[in-house]
């Protein structure tokens, strides 16, 4: 008979212990890199999404606002003079805001000069100023109400009798009080012996005033900082409010760069640019501006390690028709958005 012996276990040898763990060495290592390279994809993949939704979004508000430039309810200002000289962005008073409503778009180029209630403004890079009545009636359903806190209203007249839109209009100032009413009082607005009215011209109680809206001056401009000293450029806005005074409120961050040219319909009035300038300069070709080219250098706000850039960007024209390059030695990653919007409300009076 054969007689077999069951063979024990006994352990492993220290040679065989040493295989083991180099293999599972290796195996730890390859799921460590596979881990890190997946994560570092998705940390760029996110960057990337946001860099895009940013520069979209940024662009996407500069061309609603500049499609709202001079809407100014159902007042038709087509008639009014422009000021003899550009105004401060920075006016707050309603004289002063009723002597640049036909200044519907205004701007600085290359931020050349800085607004006095503007801080921190990057240099070579424009500001945008839109005057216009919000679209939103005061007090309806989805819109904020009245508030007598100094904030600028707008008020257009819808009554037709001798004392409304039948007046005699030979100057800036018969409009005033006749056609529209500015004020940062808001009982003028509201009382129905010195507010504007609607069709049916009644100012016995409960009366029916004109619709009031309010006022807005908004003055965009590329900060140097989001927060201060964070070195994250960013889209920000003056909005012209309670007081009134203007407010800075952070909109987009990491957008680096804002360049704008303007179509003036001039010589010919049609509602169609003849030209396009990065400085029209006048109150004449501002007030004859009907379309903008924005240019928008978005960023990301995070390096990414071990990508450098040698990038040259063009960003449309300067004041004297040449390209505007900006190029970069480091470790961000960008991209250039370009859009042309028409100022609907100028370039349809212009054009009719």
Known sequence: MNIHHRTRQTGLSIVELMVSITIGLLILAGLTT?????????????RANRQIENGRYA????????KLAGY??????????????????????????QAALMLHVQGVDNAATTPSCLSDVKSNTDILVIRRASTCEAGVAGCAAATNDGTPYFQASLCSNATELNAAITNNASYLGSYYQLDTNLANLTNTATALHNRDCTTTPPGTVAAIHRYRTHIYFIANNNNSGDGIPTLKRAELGPGPAFTIVALVDGIENLQIQYG???????????????????????????????NLLARNTEITAGYSTTKTYTLGYDASDDPITVSFTDSYKRHAYQSQVRLNNSAGRRGS
């Open 34 to 46: 596979i881990l890190v390279n997946n994560s570092r994809a998705r940390t760029e993949i996110e």
């Open 59 to 66: 662009l996407q508000l500069l061309s609603d606002d500049l």
């Open 72 to 97: 100014t309810a159902e007042f038709d200002p087509s008639n009014m003079t422009l000021p003899a000289a550009l105004p401060s962005p920075c006016l707050t008073t309603p004289a002063d805001l």
């Open 264 to 294: 003036i319909d001039s010589p010919v009035v049609d509602g169609t640019p003849d030209s396009y300038m990065a400085a029209p300069g006048s109150v004449a070709n501002w007030g004859a501006a009907v379309t903008a080219k924005i």
